[in-house]
């Protein structure tokens, strides 16, 4: 039952990977200019064990270090853009009905709802592909884009998928404490795991 070549073997095999990954990438993130190469390092590691290659530590921080360089400033202008929509949807939201609300305070939420979803969106493309290439930043946000675009139902899905558990903590803070023990065991890297599958999808159709 617990031979190695086992399916029992290799599932609990894969489940302590997925949680050991998810630590390391918390942890790699505590700095949070740091979170564009973690994420990029945990993207590489999950693929790696889709793939059934090599998934040691020494991958996780050779990634993480080789790439931080590279991510620094997408994931600071990430950080910056958040920051800025977080701020005014809560401003035009806390200021409603007041004499300080902003005339069409509704529709400039949804506009900036909007950016986020397709800052989400390149995201989930971006920093994978970094992972995975050695092109510049600029070329791989183009392609981030077009992958973005021509695959928009499965993007809409990472959208989701990605965004899900900070929608939680940022609408939700009780239920995210309760489950706090799963995010930090594995969620991420579950996450991770379905932005893995989704584009090597997406990328199988332009490599045939």
């Known amino acids: ?3 190695p070549d086992s399916f029992l073997f ?3 095999s894969t489940m302590f990977n997925l ?7 918390i942890i790699c993130c505590i700095p949070l200019v740091t ?8 993207y590489q590691m999950i693929s790696n064990v ?13 990634t993480f270090a080789g790439k931080l360089k590279k991510t620094l400033l997408p994931w600071s202008v990430v950080l910056v853009m958040t920051a800025l929509i977080l701020t005014d949807y809560l401003f035009i939201t806390n200021t409603a009905g007041s004499a300080a609300a902003i005339p069409g ?11 986020f979803v397709v800052v989400i969106a390149l995201s989930s493309y971006l ?16 392609y981030s884009f077009y992958l973005a675009v021509s695959n ?11 965004a899900a558990p900070f929608a939680v903590l940022f609408f939700f803070p009780q239920i995210a404490a309760f489950y706090l023990p799963v995010w930090g065991l594995i969620v991420f890297s579950l996450v991770t795991y379905a932005d893995a599958m989704i584009i090597k999808h997406c990328l199988a159709k332009y490599n045939q």
């Open 19 to 25: 949680i050991m990954y998810n630590v390391l990438f």
């Open 50 to 62: 889709i793939e059934d290659s090599s998934s040691s530590l020494e991958v996780f921080f050779s």
């Open 1 to 3: 039952m617990f031979k």
């Open 35 to 42: 979170a564009g190469a973690s994420w990029a390092a945990l």
């Open 105 to 115: 305070g509704t529709y400039i939420q949804v506009l900036l709802v909007f950016v």
């Open 127 to 142: 920093f994978p592909l970094i992972a995975m290439n050695d092109q510049p930043v600029k070329q791989l946000l183009a």
């Open 152 to 162: 928009l139902p499965l993007t809409i899905l990472m959208v989701i998928l990605n």
């Open 10 to 12: 290799k599932m609990l």
